[in-house]
């Protein structure tokens, strides 16, 4: 099994207490039964004849490429964040460990550039969670930028705060 996200932690860190979705390391039965799991490693291409034989991969933690023998190949593709390439947000200062975007306890992006700011929650914020989050979050950032259009007279409610690890 081939994770592009790094091993997560054996047990919940302090950062996302129940019942927030801790990313936990598990060991299911599948893998009980054998078979190797490598984390940080991305897939560079799939080479072969006619078929795949090998797939090429690169650890991610020291950059080294190789290739691996394979002769079936199953893609089971999850959410990893939002793409911030196309809004300009490469920068490790927008980002989280997750890979989703950092904002103050006004669901906000620190840009420190003049003009309107710019409000994140959800997913982009979050990661992959349940939809309660995103609503809830939806609704505490829009009073947010209530609070900002109004000069902190908003009256909207705002049931949660900004995922800790966002921080």
């Not at 078929?51 to 999850?78: F, M, Y």
């Not at 793409?83 to 840009?111: I, Q």
């Not at 420190?112 to 505490?140: H, K, M, N, Y």
Request: include cysteine.
């Amino acid at each position: 099994q081939i994770e592009i996200l790094a091993r997560p932690p054996d047990e919940r860190p302090a950062d996302a207490p129940w019942p927030t979705m801790a990313r936990l390391f598990k060991v299911t039965s599948a893998h009980e039964e054998g078979g190797e799991r490598r984390f940080d490693t991305e897939t560079l291409a799939f080479e072969g004849s006619e078929r795949v034989e090998r797939i090429r991969l690169r650890d991610r933690s020291n950059d080294e490429v190789h290739t691996q023998p394979a002769d079936l190949v199953l893609i089971a593709a999850g959410f990893t964040g939002p793409e911030l390439a196309p809004l300009g947000l490469e920068d490790e200062r927008w980002r989280t460990e997750r890979d989703t975007l950092r904002v103050d306890a006004m669901w906000r992006l620190d840009l420190a550039t003049p003009g309107a700011p710019v409000f994140a929650c959800g997913d982009a914020v979050r990661g992959q969670s349940l939809i309660v989050w995103a609503i809830a979050e939806g609704r505490s950032a829009a009073a947010a930028v209530d609070r900002t259009l109004r000069d902190d007279a908003s009256s909207l409610p705002s049931p949660v705060a900004p995922y800790a690890s966002s921080w």
